[in-house]
């Protein structure tokens, strides 16, 4: 027990006693995230008001008592899992602040989901576009915290180019103001992109100010399979060429697709190696031509068939096989180790190809899907907890897929975070020099360490105990 | 003297004689920028390479000899000014490293020319949004450093939004490498985004990788003149919800308008209260149906006349009166204040009021110009340095600017940085808390104060001496 008698009667006289959870069932629910770790605090506690996540940090500061900031728990990486201490679970700071049309901007609590807000946001025709596969549940909080992303990134980019503020309290209570409201300012250094990312382990956001952009009035989306996975590659490439840039340019892998046909039977081309689903959004007239465009250059790249949708209803039809990849997963083993990593666009077929000498090198099944145009893939290493021979080949299979991206200049992370699972292998992405100033930058908003520990650095390199 | 004669000699010794300038008249055309602030250095170095400066650092960290990065000077805040010490011109260092149409990055130097790299791009149909005024002649190093802007922000963003990753050298000459070539990373904090827009306080950026996009392939503008100003800044929320991003929100008051009549007698309206210059770019159908609604919009908001411009020729026609906005401001006085401040868009009105009303109170002449979308407008106070009691009036009324825009939850820079010339608002702005931390930041890369001192943080404030 970490958090002493004394401290939770703090905690329960600032806070209120229903806010503050201490019974094994109620610690329970905030033991996890969507992977496999798992930690038990000693107390959750709910704040609804930037003053009482203050008071918890000043206490938390004062009694060298770790806090891990939550949000939904979605998050692949372990990041808001705890190991004992204090959560601090940002859900009931969900009020929608404000929506602006005339700055587009919004200003959200932590706790807003993703798909509050954009729902929201439809009455006054704007948009937020990072849109995170988790957006049913997760949060804008967490997915700041975690710099998420989405299929929409290579046109819109990720959280980062929509924050534009952020109030942000600090270990020892002390609240920290950073950016505004404008696109443009250069007024001293760029705070606010030092916590867009950073897992909890500098401060807690308690107010976010994003930039919004007008919602495009159509949509439209081409589904092609490729006997040849290269072919499928270039033909993102041919289509920049075109001066087109697409809003999202989906890959399936062949382990994909079959899985996805065993589960629908929609009569998905199973012989493909890989399955494109590329879409384009905008004005109407633009949409039309430029998604005929999209089909001409993925038949002259040898996709075949090809097909066209035009109509929500028909683009429904079509999304339905991506959106369906990881429920049909779920049905070939029982877990997964969800990768998400990141290679420069020129170099995914080479990836790919690593990703499968590597399954049939460890005798593990990965399919990959993922975000081609930007470079993301998510090779999902297929396992069975309960066979401990089985999770050796999986964790050496991982260990080689961290290797092959970082031989091809990519990122172990994307979207989804360092967190718990692949701090380990943050120095040889970064090297010395870079984890130096990183933890140095962290002593100087968190000195006693209490934000998050054992996250993103590795253990050797933590702060304070 | 503070760099002495053994350091002299170390220096020429690394980059070759001809590198190291120390002649009094050398000196001097390293000793200002487009501002009127001035300083002589006590060496200028041109180094050609990464290794190179790091050996400059090196010797001028162990020597406590404060050193002063600079692009081509046409900065606005005095950030490049040297006061002593080394200037370390990185004119030199100027190769276009890569353009890679597969992954759409560009590596260069920090020397190389906005506009080379705007040409270098066009053969491969990409773009590099951000083109501040100064593309002709600025550097991207000088760019990122005060994180440059220019009129296409609304639309595109500003300089940070395409910077990827950064070869930084640091004090003492270690060599940091950040980010990367991906649109997607979440490994560790965003050490790149702390050095965008830290003028060089930080370290010296030796190569850049930048984000490019598909070049739009169609632009047209609209020219529109209003009565009154409200209806010229109403327009722009009026486009906006309309779901047009425009590519170009540019306005121009009264005394703009007139002085730039008085140079071209081009038949502008000179009783109007603003003209407005907007444009949309995209692919040419959705390009024609938009700037139609622009139009009408323009229209519908009280403008007349309105003009439009659908090919190049009838384009540059228009912008020509935008572009002489500053050589016309030139014939009425023999210097000025040219400001930079940012508010929420909608308060530009009111902030172009209270501007209005600081020119009558201090009885100086204020025509302001500016990127109105995002809200960024640049009042220059016309001025004659020779005239000192118009000289305090002047300075009256750029800190009753400075005031207001605070006031109205604004930003005292949003594309030309803090420098010299700004740095004793910072508090004002930031307030004691973001300060402490920035200059923590600062010491954990700068430790003995030696880059670029003097500049962002006020006086009493700096590391070291």
């Given at each position: 027990m970490t958090v002493p008698p004394h401290v939770m009667r703090e905690l329960q006289d600032i806070l209120g006693p229903e806010a503050v959870l201490s019974q094994p069932e109620e610690l329970i629910t905030y033991?996890?995230?969507?992977?496999w770790a798992e930690g038990i605090p000693d107390v959750v506690v709910n704040p609804t008001t930037t003053e009482q996540v203050a008071a918890v940090l000043r206490i938390a500061d004062r009694e060298r008592i770790p806090v891990v900031p939550r949000g939904a728990?979605?998050?692949?990486?372990?990041?808001?899992?705890?190991?004992?201490?204090?959560?601090?679970?940002?859900?009931?700071?969900?009020?929608?602040r404000e929506i602006s049309p005339e700055d587009m901007v919004a200003v959200v609590e932590p706790g807003v989901v993703n798909q509050t807000l954009q729902e929201a946001l439809q009455p006054y025709g704007l948009m937020y576009p990072p849109d995170p596969a988790s957006l049913y549940m997760s949060t804008i909080g967490g997915n700041v915290a975690t710099n998420a992303g989405g299929p929409r990134c290579l046109k819109y980019g990720v959280t980062k180019d929509y924050v534009m503020g952020l109030e942000v309290v600090l270990p020892g209570g002390q609240v920290l103001r950073t950016g505004g409201r404008q696109i443009k300012n250069v007024t001293g250094y760029n705070l606010t992109q030092l916590f867009v990312g950073s897992e909890g382990t500098l401060g807690v956001i308690t107010e976010i100010t994003l930039r919004l952009i007008p919602a495009p009035a159509a949509r439209a989306t081409v589904m092609a399979a490729y006997a040849r996975l290269e072919d499928a590659a270039e033909t993102v490439n041919a289509i920049l060429s075109e001066g087109i840039l697409p809003l999202t340019t989906e890959l399936m892998d062949q382990a994909c697709i079959r899985a996805v046909e065993r589960k629908l039977q929609m009569g998905l081309p199973t012989e493909a190696e890989a399955l494109m689903l590329i879409a384009v959004d905008g004005e109407p007239e633009a949409v039309h031509a430029q998604i005929r465009r999209v089909a001409e250059v993925c038949r002259r790249m040898g996709a075949d068939p090809v097909e066209m949708a035009t109509t929500p209803e028909e683009e429904e039809r079509l999304w339905i096989a991506r959106r369906s990849v990881s429920p049909a997963l779920a049905l070939i083993k029982p877990s997964r180790l969800t990768e998400d990593i990141v290679v420069p666009r020129s170099k995914i077929p080479a990836m790919i190809r690593r990703i499968q000498a590597i399954a049939r090198e460890y005798d593990v099944m990965i399919p990959t899907f993922g975000h081609i145009g930007d470079g993301n893939v998510h090779p999902d290493i297929m396992?069975?907890?309960?066979?401990p021979e089985e999770m050796r080949r999986v964790a050496l299979a991982a260990q080689a897929v961290f290797e092959a991206t970082i031989e091809l200049g990519g990122t172990l992370s994307g979207e989804h975070g360092i967190g718990l699972l692949k701090r380990e292998f943050l120095p040889k992405e970064l090297g010395p020099l870079a984890i130096e100033k990183m933890l140095a930058i962290k002593k100087v908003f968190d000195p006693n360490g209490?934000?998050?520990?054992?996250?993103?650095?590795p253990k050797e390199m933590e702060i304070g105990e």
């Open positions: 033991s996890y995230d969507a992977t728990g979605t998050g692949l990486a372990g990041a808001s899992v705890p190991q004992g201490g204090i959560v601090l679970n940002l859900a009931r700071m969900n009020r929608l396992c069975d907890r309960r066979d209490i934000m998050n520990p054992g996250k993103v650095f």
